[in-house]
């Protein structure tokens, strides 16, 4: 099972960097890298505030592929 994500194209379209995305959820922007590229899976609280964050549902956020 794979968990992707939208975040690139969600930061492009509100012309946010990681390190703007990173300081507004509290996380190093390292983190940020890391779950766009797939390589760490957020705890579900990191997850909604990153959805919240773009005034979106954490489904519309990341999706599970099987």
């Known amino acids: 099972m ?3 994500n939208r975040l690139h194209v969600l930061r492009a379209e509100h012309k946010m ?3 703007d995305l990173a300081e507004k959820v509290g996380v190093s922007r ?3 890298i890391s779950i766009e590229k797939g390589n760490y899976t957020p705890s579900l609280l990191l997850a909604y505030q990153i ?3 773009f005034g979106k549902t ?3 956020v990341f999706t599970f592929e099987e």
Request: proline letters at 0%; aromatic letters at 0%.
């Open 30 to 32: 390292q983190t940020i």
């Open 51 to 53: 959805a919240k964050t």
């Open 2 to 4: 794979v968990l992707s």
């Open 58 to 60: 954490i489904e519309e």
């Open 17 to 19: 960097t990681q390190k």
